[in-house]
């Protein structure tokens, strides 16, 4: 049978109502990639890959928890859709409700959306407002507005969206043939960590495939799950995760504690290390992305986390491709050389 998208293969594993109507574009089936060269380089001993999320059909994991969101908003006749983002979500929302002949709305905050993201938001086709505001802010008013008015809420508050998003879990235990040992992902709104936790512990239930430790991981700026309290004005170059007030925030605490893992916070400037230590070994993440893998350094480093013998997995939540721009403001310029042979040989083997 032809690959159907997360919401047919898992559908026996989602809690979803009769009514949804399967809205795909066949997102999910991910590919695993074995990273042996990059575990090497963080100490070896340890078998390591990457869950490369950026090749979801709109470049972010989101599209896991949107096809089950917009299915089950489309399938009881919503006509709107809305949702606050940082980005992912708002190109992923304006896809999948516009697949469906949806309107999508959303709330960004200004001038903080890389790029790709808001571009994809834009060509998929939805309404885009931007809010002198944070993520928070724009979060908390799209909660009110989809409260007083017919539209339907797609931040991850909607428990579509997590069933969804559960889907990775279980295809990381189908290809491995048991849950990893340690799961590490970045951390933002929190809905994705909560997403795996379920996600695992329900594969390990029926199917007995065990649980991973996870270690959750923030940007320093913007770690209110590390501090303990919200953060008021989160900064990080990692804009993805650039929330200071997560809507499951305490969901994410117990998953660290309940797996025997936990959340930390690691600086930008690690951060964008990994993200190119990510893309010298083949893969192209986005800053967010490298959050995960910039924590299991810093743990290894620190002899805080026993990866000896062990199988971990990183989630690369989006692609590279989404935040250009930060890739262009480190690097210099390429080189410009007149189109003959010996003014390109100058400057190749100089
Ligand atoms: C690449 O798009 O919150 O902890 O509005 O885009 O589940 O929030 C994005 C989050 C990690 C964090 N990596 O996931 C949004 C948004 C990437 C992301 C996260 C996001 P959650």
């Known amino acids: 049978m032809a690959y159907p998208g997360v919401l047919e293969r898992y559908r026996s594993y989602l809690d979803i109502p009769e009514h949804t109507k399967t809205v795909t574009l066949l997102e999910g089936d991910t590919p695993l990639i074995p990273m042996p060269r990059l575990a090497e380089e963080l100490g070896g001993g340890f078998e390591l890959f990457v869950k490369y999320e950026g090749l979801n059909p709109t470049g972010s994991f989101k599209d896991r928890g949107m096809t089950v969101a917009i299915s089950e908003a489309y399938g009881r006749g919503a006509k709107a859709v809305i949702c606050a983002s940082t980005g992912n979500t708002s190109a992923s929302a304006a896809a999948y409700a516009n697949r469906a002949g949806m309107k999508a709305v959303v709330i960004i905050p200004e001038g903080k959306v890389a790029a790709g993201k808001l571009a994809g938001a834009i060509a998929y086709g939805a309404q885009v407002v931007q809010i002198r505001g944070s993520f928070d802010d724009a979060l908390t008013l799209v909660?009110?507005?989809?409260?007083?008015?017919?539209?339907?809420l797609v931040n991850s508050l909607n428990p579509y969206r997590l069933e969804g998003q559960k889907s990775s879990a279980f295809e990381i235990c189908d290809v491995l043939g048991a849950a990893p040992d340690i799961l590490c992902l970045p951390v933002g709104n929190a809905g994705n960590i909560t997403a795996y936790w379920m996600g695992f512990r329900q594969y390990n239930e029926r199917n007995k495939t065990g649980l991973p430790q996870i270690l959750g991981v923030q940007a320093a700026g913007s770690a209110p799950l590390v501090l303990g309290h919200p953060v008021d004005n989160p900064e990080t170059v990692?804009?993805?995760?650039?929330?200071?007030?997560?809507?499951?925030?305490?969901?994410?605490?117990?998953?660290?504690?309940?797996?025997k893992g936990k959340i930390i916070a690691r600086s930008d400037e690690d951060i964008l290390y990994m993200q190119q230590r990510l893309a010298a070994n083949g893969v192209w993440v986005e800053p967010a992305s490298a959050a995960g893998l910039a924590g299991l350094k810093a743990e290894i480093e620190a002899g805080t986390l026993d990866v000896q013998g062990k199988r971990i997995v990183a989630i690369c939540t989006g692609h590279g491709m989404k935040d250009p721009d930060i890739i262009v403001k480190q690097m210099t310029t390429p080189e410009v050389v007149d189109a003959n042979l010996q003014a390109l040989e100058e400057v190749l083997i100089k």
């Not at 909660?143 to 339907?152: A, E, G, R, T, Y």
């Not at 200071?244 to 998953?255: D, I, S, T, V």
Request: charged letters at 30%; proline letters at 6%; aromatic letters at 0%.
């Open 238 to 259: 990692a804009t993805a995760i650039r929330i200071g007030k997560p809507a499951r925030g305490e969901q994410a605490l117990e998953a660290a504690e309940e797996s």
């Open 143 to 152: 909660m009110k507005i989809s409260d007083q008015h017919p539209i339907v």
